[in-house]
């Protein structure tokens, strides 16, 4: 589903799972695809995983939805008859295929990242507020005791975080993914310390990733207390793997022409894997 103007991609495919999980709990072929409005320097960027073989995943109630900020996004979807739920004024909720929500704000699209925040369940917001701005150092820039919710930020010209307190478990079903920051690579083995210091859960110590043909990236992945995993990779190599792929809408479109996944099932008489 792709809304509003200024999309970018960068698509790569891989032969076998990542070290880092980086493609969920599968060992597989897998590929990945970054969508964004921008540069990674200054955007926020998704990354889509796609694994070969695998054609349902169970969605939990961890990831509540992203909320970005175009007008134009909201006059496509019209256009298109993509399903619209008006929230408020100006605020309109939909999906994407899989189910993930998207809120849309109808207001004119910023020069700047049109991603306003990414909104995440918790069961203890006081818990979680204290993990990400005592340990991770984000800082609290908006609460609201009566809804439960608390907005947070590493700067205030960067795409939110929003943790909502759901009053239960948090349910991260198949389908869950992860939040990535870049950071200077000397902060990486700090991190890992201070979270062993704090008996924090490490799902990935600091590890070297190698990327054919590119930088060597390092990385450390945490787990909140809800279970979030967080990834925290090595700024300076991440800028050389982060550049944008002028040919990314291609290599994308012949991945996926190439695919054919579902012909071949049908014609084995098989099914697709369920997550």
């Known amino acids: 589903m792709c809304f509003c103007k200024k999309n970018i991609y960068i698509q790569k495919q891989f032969e076998e799972g990542c070290k880092a999980t980086y493609n969920g709990p599968y060992d597989g ?9 921008g540069p990674e320097d200054d955007h926020f960027v ?4 796609y694994n070969y073989g695998v054609g349902e995943y169970r969605i939990g109630n961890d990831f509540l939805g992203l909320t970005l900020q175009s007008s134009q996004a909201v006059s496509n979807a019209k256009r298109l008859n993509w399903p619209l739920t008006q929230v408020e004024d100006s605020l309109y909720l939909t999906e994407a295929p899989g189910g993930y929500c998207f809120y849309l704000i109808d207001k004119e699209q910023p020069d700047c990242d049109p991603v306003q925040k990414v909104s995440l369940a918790v069961s203890d917001l006081q818990c979680s507020i204290h993990y990400w701005s005592a340990l991770l150092g984000m800082k609290v820039i908006e609460k609201n005791e009566d809804k439960k919710i608390a907005l947070m930020g590493f700067s205030d010209n960067q795409c939110k975080l929003e943790l909502q307190d759901i009053g239960g478990a948090v349910d ?3 389908a869950f993914g992860r939040i990535a920051f870049a950071c200077p690579r000397d902060q990486l083995p700090d991190i890992e310390a201070l979270m062993k210091k704090e008996k924090q859960k490490i799902l990935t110590p600091l590890v070297s990733l190698d990327t054919p043909g590119k930088a060597m990236v390092e990385v450390v992945i945490l787990a909140d207390p809800d279970g979030h995993e967080i990834c925290f990779v090595g700024d300076e190599a991440f800028r050389q793997l982060s550049a944008m792929d002028p040919k990314g809408n291609e290599l994308l479109d012949e991945a996926m022409a190439a695919d054919k996944s579902d012909e071949w099932f049908a014609k084995h008489n098989k099914q697709k894997t369920s997550a």
């Open 172 to 174: 991260h079903g198949t």
């Open 29 to 37: 072929k897998w590929s990945k695809t970054m969508v964004g409005f």
């Open 46 to 49: 998704a990354e889509l995983t």
